[in-house]
């Protein structure tokens, strides 16, 4: 689904050069789960703004389901994200003046879709998330917990091949985000592939598989089982 | 893009103070911009008019005497004699007011010696000699010229009658109904019979502003006026020259008189015409400056949109989103408001058009012009969001990630 083998991408100011990932390779399999851990400044962002298409890298290769994201013109990027990429940011990112049922709608009209067709996937994603009812809020008129779902229910209405999820529930609370995680694992059991940034070691627990950032660079590449389970069996000796 | 527009102004509603306010500008914008350039048309059309007289080539020469020795019909046929012998002086007449200068001469007249004043038609008439038609460079259209045994001396107490005439078009037709007038008689105040020899194709009098400016008779009589005055036409591209030949010439000729002025007929239609070319560049003006702080308006809210959105773009950009997309929404937006604005402008310019009808006498407001402002206030619109809608398209998708 993803692979990148040796992608490096630098931010140049007058003084300073900041390598943000330096020769990174991750793999990611169709289906899987995986969390992309990392301390503040580790790389995380880029990376998850390499693997959405949002920035370019400076070297590397990098294919997405298949398509080799190198030399794609803007546009082309903008049909990937669009068609196979979904994403969920940490604050949201609901657009304030539309309502539920619209702001799911965003990236479909972007698709060109037929309004029939629309209708029918956002009220399937808004079923999905438990929000059908709450189509015509404005986001302002939810809960937090509840403006994520939409969120969600935004990222896969177009049924992409996999999520994108930038710190899900770095802002709600442990009650939401509990919901919030059962959800993207109620997402990744029917197929989708999930990749999800956070800090948090606990949500990271909750993936298949675990992957840790330190200044850019992948440090450690396990199954989060297989990490867990040394320190489970010293505890419980 | 039409498509577009369903979620584009159910936001725009939901944040409409500045769209209101920009809306607002554009009507008021409108409205007057219309209005201002159908009066300015109708300025230049009105400047515009053609006068039927060589006006680029004819210059005006006064002069007076003041001395008790100073014989002004002498000096008048000395000057004229002089005047004509130049070679680049085509014709030249004394006459008794200067056409398109807003001073002259105006009597009725009418088809029958008895009648009623609402059967007189006014006029104003030029005294000119043999050379007044070739000197004006007026077309005669039928009939002839003046022979110069015709032309009478001055009539200082305008107690006799005038044998023949020579009238206008426009005046033969409200005469007679009819262009055809040569050999038909007319009467003046006094029921006194004149005929008329001769149809001038078109000819403006002095009073640019009367509505029967081209009612206009010329007269065969030596100018009874209280100066010498003389119309003189030139050869194109001499008048000038001769203008400061004519001045010195005949200022050290005759040193009994002098030479009040020597001015271009130019001068006078453009003085007659003053304050309309001061009311047009007046409304241009204003017109131009409303326009140019209706398109910061627009300007300014586009980029206030765009300022305050630019995580939303991000965002837009992120789930799929072309650059093409954002510059589109933002031209939307913008289109929704000018539109708004148009319609209300719409009603306003009407409104004002039938105001101005209706206190100053002006024709009502040409729709075409309406539909002109429309379309002008449209592109103004698109023109003025443009940057901004492209500044917003350039917004990095990766916005969408950013915590700050």
Known sequence: MLAMRHISKVFRTDLIETHALRDFSLGVDAGEFVAVTGPSGSGKTTFLNVAGLLETFDTGAYLLDGVDISGLSDDERSRLRNEKIGFIFQSFNLIPDLDIFDNVDVPLRYRRMPAAERRQRIDSALDIVGLKSRAHHLPSQLSGGQQQRVAIARAIAGDPKFLLADEPTGNLDSLMARQVMDLLEQINEMGTTIVLVTHDPELARRAQRNVQVVDGQISDYRPFAAQAAPAMAGALA | ?404
Not at chain 2, 29 to 54: C, E, F, H, M, S
Not at chain 2, 135 to 147: E, I, K, P, S, W
Request: proline share 4%; net charge positive.
């Open chain 2, 1 to 404: 893009m039409f498509r577009d527009i369903r979620p584009v102004l159910s936001a725009l509603l939901r944040n409409r103070t500045g769209a209101v306010l920009v809306g607002l500008q554009v009507a008021i914008a409108l409205a007057v911009l219309v209005n201002a350039v159908y009066i300015v048309k109708q300025r230049v059309d009105l400047i515009g008019r053609p006068t039927g007289l060589d006006v680029g080539n004819i210059f005006v020469l006064s002069s007076a005497g003041f001395t008790q020795d100073h014989d002004r019909y002498a000096t008048m046929r000395e000057d004229l004699a002089w005047l004509r012998s130049l070679p680049d002086v085509r014709a030249a007449t004394s006459t008794n007011a200067i056409p398109l200068s807003g001073g002259g001469s105006s009597t009725g007249i009418a088809t029958t010696p008895e009648a009623s004043s609402e059967q007189t038609v006014p006029m104003n008439y030029f005294q000119v000699d043999e050379d007044g038609l070739e000197a004006l460079g007026v077309t005669l259209a039928a009939g002839r010229n003046f022979r110069a045994d015709e032309i009478l001396p001055p009539d200082l107490n305008s107690d006799r009658a005038i044998p023949q005439v020579i009238i206008t078009k426009a005046l033969a037709r409200s005469l007679f109904r009819t262009d055809d007038a040569v050999g038909k008689v007319v009467y003046d105040a006094f029921g006194r019979p004149t005929t008329v020899i001769g149809v001038i194709e078109h000819m403006q009098g002095s009073w640019l502003s009367w509505d029967k400016v081209d009612h206009v008779a010329l007269v065969p009589e030596v100018a009874s006026w209280s100066d010498n005055a003389y119309l003189v036409r030139t050869r194109p591209g001499t008048r000038a020259a001769v203008m400061r030949q004519a001045e010195e010439h005949l200022a050290a000729s005759n040193t009994t008189r002098l030479i009040k002025f020597v001015r271009p007929l130019d001068y006078y239609r453009d003085r007659s015409y003053l304050s309309d070319r001061n009311m047009a560049v007046f409304l241009v003006t204003v017109t131009v400056l409303l326009a140019g702080v209706t398109a910061l308006g627009i300007f300014a809210l586009a980029t206030f949109n765009v300022n305050v959105r630019t995580r939303q773009v991000g965002t837009r950009r992120a789930v799929g989103a072309r650059r093409a997309d954002i510059v589109r929404y933002f031209l939307v937006e913008n289109w929704l408001v000018t539109t708004a604005g148009v319609v209300l402008g719409c009603a306003l310019a009407l409104a004002a058009g039938y105001q101005l009808s209706r206190q100053f006498e002006l024709p009502r407001l040409d729709l075409y012009y309406l539909t002109g402002g429309v379309l002008a206030l449209w592109l103004l619109g698109l023109a003025a969001a443009w940057q901004p809608a492209r500044r917003a398209a350039k917004i990095s998708p990766s916005m969408a990630t950013r915590t700050i």
